[in-house]
Each structure stands twice: as C-alpha cells, then as structure tokens.
C-alpha cells in the first residue's frame, strides 16, 4: 500500500513535557509503520509551562516538521499573576484566584481569549497552511486539543480544502471542561465556546475521543455502534518507554507512587487518613509511605502535613517521561487519583495505561459512575470516592496482598492505537483533488 500523508495540527510538541505531548508524539512515531506519514505542524516560540527535551528523541529524523511563529499573552498573563493557563494548580481552592488582580486576570482570560490563549495562533496559521497544503498537499489532517485552537485551525483548512478528510482529536471535553469555571464566563462567552465546538463538530468528518463519556458532552450523544462520527481510541503507553518493572523492595516501607498534578479537585482526604490510620495500628507489620512525583497544589501539600507524619510521604518533585519508569520501579503500588466531578466522569487519565503496563497492584480515587471506575473495573481494580476512608483502606489491603488485576495492556500500547488510528484513516473519504 501506497504511503499517505496525514498533517497533524498540535500545540504541544517536542520540547513540550507533561501530558499534552505524549498522544500526538507517539502516534506520529508509530503511524509511519501503518502506511501513513506524518506532517507536523506545531507553534514556533511557544510558552509551554513545562518542558523535557528528552522526548525528541521519540522524533523520528524522517518525520517532517512544519512551524508557525505564534503570540501567546502569557508573559503578560503571568505579570498579573495569572501564570500560565495551563497551571491547574488552586482550580477549587487556591488563595491566589480570590485576590483581586487575579480575578481580573482570570476573566479576562476566560472572556477575551477564546477559545483558549492561542487564538492569535489561529488565522496566521490557516494563511500559512494554505499556502503550504497548496505546495505540498496531506491525504488527511488531524488537529488535537487542547488548546482546541488547533481545532478552528483545521476548520478553516477544511473550508479552504474540503476534499481533506478532517479528523478532530479530543483529548479532553470543550466547552463543559471544568476549569472553565474558574474563568467567570459570562452567559456569552459559554455560548461562544459551545457555537465553536458545535461548528468544528459538524465540519470534521470524525470526531475522535479519549474518554467514551466524553461523546455525550461533545456530540451531545453517546457513542454507538459502528458510528458514523464519533470513535473512541484511548490513550496508552509506549512498550519502548520500558514500563517492565523490576519487582520493588520486599524490605522496608510498603510504597505507594503518585505520578502527575495534584491540585484541588484531585485531592484526597480519605487516601490521606487511610494511610495515616494504617500506620497507627499497633498490628502493622508494614508501614505505607506515600511518594508524589510530579507538581503538587500548595493547599493539599499543607493538607498532607497536618495529615501524615513526615516519614509517612514525601514530596519529590517532577521527573522527565524518561525517567518514571525508573522512579516507579521502588514503588510497591501505584496511585491513580482523577478529578472528582463531572469532568472527571468523562475522562481517563493516559497514566492509567502507563500504570497497568507496570504489573502493579492500584489504588485509584475519584468519581463514581465514571469512564476511569469503569475502565479500572475491566481490569480488575476499584476506585472510590475521595472521602471514603474504608474503600481506600481496601485498596491498600489488596494491594498489601498482591492484588494485580486481570488485564492484558497489550491493547493499549501505542503501536497498536496508531495502527487503529491508521484504519480509521484509511476508512476516510480520500482526497479527491490534489
């Protein structure tokens, strides 16, 4: 089969860290073994509020890389003391949003940058790709967010090429996302948000999701068989990123690891007082200690102190992608904590396939009625809400007894998402005029 040409329109990239590369890179890496050649198309100059030069190493030298010069407010944004607006950190609680440059901050950015910061990105990036599809034209074009930029970027494509089948690639919802609410939308803007993503809806010929509940807030349905716009494809891991684990000490501490950003509505009282409990019974052989590696919301970390004794967790801050593996190899039982509310219900975290390749017994909190209680559910796992002391004082039992799950991650890996990510491409209507 004849090699095609997929353009990808994404934010984050190379060397772009956190979770917002991790899609995007590993499928552009693997797509090539499925027929399909990736085109990047990514800012030039971006402000990205983390970053991991190692990823470009997943970069394949072939992979053809195409860069737009882009504006971004957040050097102003973090002079008011907004920071960046990805941070998540404070999203129900933190002192910073109640001041008043802060609240200001915050309106501005949720009623005058939309649909995100990167709307300056958008009309010079549809001039530039115009030109550029005009040269050297792409069988197919994905654009995921978010930033969901990317996705009115693609729409203005799909309008200048409509023979381009145009894939629109959620990471996570639009318009309902829950750190809208810190915005202070205005009855108008929350229209704006919705008219944007209803248009980009009906305009894409498919409309990918990471999370099967998310359909119901973007296509405003849920999924269905063999469906003719909507199609889940999950996150997942990268066998190559060496999720193998050695098997953890059998002495000492019984550790549990926490990997991502902790912020307020991830926060976890009942895991807290679980582990706090255990440790004070005179019968434990085993005490728990607790590691989190990532960024952690300065109220929960005042939270854990007058929680847990010192020797019961520690902080130890971010680590690059290429490094976890070797930061979860001492941890006995990995944590899965997913924001408790309704986004939380339509989204899966991409560390939950990371975790299962590991083999590691879990501990996962969070929204009940979810996509992740359900996903964990299949596997074996439970999860229980943030309150509840007793269900996660089973988790930790289980997991103390070895307790594994059934699941094959296989499924999940990401050569194998990119090769059904290939077949949904090719089931595209293919480009009629070149």
């Known amino acids: 089969m004849a090699e095609k040409r997929v353009l990808i329109v994404t934010y984050y990239w190379p060397p772009s860290g956190g979770a917002g590369v991790q899609r995007w890179l590993k499928f552009a890496k693997y797509l090539p073994k499925h027929n399909w050649s990736p085109v990047v198309y990514v800012p030039e100059g971006a402000h990205y509020p983390a970053l991991d030069p190692g990823l470009q190493s997943d970069v394949s030298p072939d992979t053809e890389v195409w860069r737009g010069p882009i504006f971004e407010p957040a050097s102003w944004l973090d002079a008011l003391k907004l920071g960046r607006s990805q941070n998540r950190f404070g999203s129900s609680s933190s002192p910073s949003r109640k001041n008043k440059s802060g609240g200001f901050v915050q309106w501005v950015r949720g009623n005058v940058f939309i649909p995100d910061a990167r709307m300056f990105w958008i009309r010079p990036s549809i001039r530039r790709l115009k030109k550029r599809l005009a040269e050297a034209p792409v069988d197919a074009i994905v654009s995921t967010g978010p930033p969901h930029s990317t996705h009115l970027i693609a729409l203005g494509l799909k309008q200048a090429f409509p023979d381009i089948p145009w894939v629109a690639d959620f990471r996570d919802p639009w318009s309902d996302m829950d750190y809208l609410d810190d915005f202070n939308l205005t009855a108008r803007s929350r229209a704006q948000h919705k008219a944007m993503e209803r248009k980009v809806v009906e305009h894409a010929d498919r409309v990918v999701v990471t999370a099967p509940s998310a359909a119901v807030s973007i296509l405003g349905r849920p999924l269905q068989d063999n469906d003719s716009k909507g199609v889940w494809i999950p996150n997942g891991y990268d066998a190559a990123d060496g999720f193998d684990l050695e098997d953890a000490p059998e002495d000492g501490p019984f550790v549990l690891g926490f990997f991502g950003s902790l912020y307020g509505s991830r926060n976890a009282p009942g895991l807290w007082r679980a582990i706090r ?70 989204t899966i975290p991409g560390k939950a396939f990371e975790y299962l390749a590991t083999g590691r017994p879990l501990i996962a909190g969070g929204a009940l009625d979810s996509d992740l209680e359900r996903l964990l559910g299949s596997w074996g796992f439970d999860l229980c809400g943030m309150e509840d002391d007793k269900g996660f004082a089973h988790q930790i039992q289980q997991a103390l007894a070895g307790r594994t799950g059934h699941a094959s991650p296989e499924r999940f890996q990401r050569e194998a998402l990119a090769h059904e990510y290939s077949e949904l491409l090719h089931t595209l209507k293919p480009q009629t005029t070149h």
């Open 277 to 346: 409990d255990h440790n004070a019974r005179p019968e434990t052989t085993r005490p728990l200690h607790l590691v989190l590696y990532g960024a952690l919301d300065p109220a929960i970390r005042a939270e854990l102190e007058r929680t847990l004794p010192s020797d019961a967790w520690r902080f130890a801050g971010s680590v690059s992608h290429d490094a976890v593996p070797r930061a979860m190899s001492p941890c006995h039982a990995l944590v899965i904590l997913q924001n408790n509310n309704e986004t939380g219900r339509r």
